[in-house]
């Protein structure tokens, strides 16, 4: 029976990758150190692979194909964030032994063979694995584009993760990419719900899932917590007959607009060992924080209504055509005007900022990345027109 010997749940910021200079370079320190410690467990652990849960910020996949979850069965996982790209090796029989039996327990899983991943994976390959030599499985959790997957569906595809492991020798490490609270490309970006974050570490401490679980994913995503999507599936492939597994806090870091947690499940962390924390943790916390939900449908994270589809797919061609890019950052009016936009849609792709495309329908993942890489292709097109004229 395959043993799950080493799990954690971590975030996967792409901050850590870029250390912009408006983090703290103190509170960025934080979440890598946390993030190496935890490669320093695989050292002592010696697991064979390494499942990666993490999510698409639609880089991998985008309103082609919307999966709910997707096990990658390529030989290398890759993964990318700006200039910087990891391969690591897929333990690819595990992998289908592992597609085979999910299915085979009744719960729909997708796959794919060429997948490009995103700074979800990056991350922990940079941080978490380093240089070791250890194969990973990467699977992805629909996190961004409505409808989601409830925490309890999550669960569940844990628990058949590991139910089908057990006829399995290897030695297992899982680790959760993704959270905590946070609102990329909203107009919340810089007020995450940290007491929520504290809320969440405090129950996850205690072992208590019950009212994680319970949570909807129109609540996660009013304050900012999808990702967590990804926690729950790591809680469901350690769930046993034993119970619940508490986790023990490496790190938590509050950031301009992300709250950074590490958290160990598995193995248990040597007692006297203080996490690094930036801000004093409240004990007790109460019920979500002290938060009171009041939605009752997607407010940051909506669904992409088919009627804006032109519109994201103008964005997504931004993002990804070096061609497009390149000639929306030098006319981006006549760009505008060949798209199939509305009045207002192509109004709000020439305004300033994001917030006028995500009113729109731009989903705000899209707008933030779109004007992100114009920006950067703004800035090279000036650089080379200066060489030119010296």
């Not at 946070?182 to 940290?194: E, K």
Request: aromatic share 8%.
């Amino acid at each position: 029976m395959a043993e799950i010997v080493a799990a954690a749940a971590a975030v996967h910021a792409p901050q850590l990758l870029s250390r912009p200079p408006h983090e703290d370079p103190a509170k960025l320190d934080g979440s890598t150190d946390a993030l190496r410690r935890f490669g320093q467990v695989l050292d002592e652990t010696r697991p064979d692979a390494l499942v990666v849960i993490g999510i698409d910020h639609l880089e991998t996949f985008w309103l082609e194909a919307v999966p709910t979850f997707t096990l990658i069965l390529s030989p290398e996982a890759e993964a990318h964030y700006m200039q910087k790209e990891r391969r690591i090796p897929v333990h690819t029989e595990l992998a289908t032994h592992l597609l085979h039996g999910v299915v085979g327990r009744d719960i729909d899983l997708t796959y794919s063979q060429e997948a490009k991943l995103g700074h979800a994976f990056l991350t922990p390959f940079e941080y978490v694995l380093g240089d070791r030599d250890i194969p990973v499985i990467p699977l992805l959790v629909n996190a961004y584009l409505p409808p989601l997957p409830s925490p309890r569906r999550c669960f569940a595809l844990g628990k058949a993760i590991a139910e089908a492991l057990a006829d399995r020798p290897e030695r297992v490490a899982v680790l959760a990419s993704g959270g905590m609270s946070h609102f990329p490309g909203t107009a919340r970006y810089t007020a995450p719900q940290f007491s929520f974050d504290e809320w969440v570490l405090q129950e996850v401490a205690a072992g208590r899932y019950e009212e994680l679980l319970d949570l909807t994913p129109v609540q996660l995503d009013e304050v900012g917590e999808s990702e967590l999507l990804t926690w729950f599936v790591m809680l469901g492939v350690l769930a046993g007959s034993d119970g619940t597994v508490p986790g023990s806090l490496l790190s938590y870091q509050h950031l301009s607009h992300h709250g950074h947690g590490v958290v160990q499940f598995v193995p248990p962390v040597p007692a006297g060992t203080e996490p690094t924390v930036d801000e004093p943790l409240a004990t007790p916390v109460p019920k979500f924080g002290g938060y009171e939900f009041t939605s009752t449908d997607f407010i940051y994270y909506r669904f992409p209504e088919p009627s804006s589809f032109p519109l994201n797919r103008l964005l997504h061609r931004v993002i990804t055509d070096e061609e497009v890019r390149s000639e929306f950052v030098r006319d981006p009016a006549s760009v505008a005007a060949r798209a199939e936009l509305t009045d207002e849609q192509r109004d709000a792709l020439l305004a300033d900022g994001f917030d006028k495309l995500t009113e729109v329908g731009a989903h705000p993942l899209l707008a933030l990345s779109a004007r992100q890489v114009a920006l950067l292709e703004q800035q090279r097109q000036a650089a080379a027109a200066a060489v030119s004229t010296t």
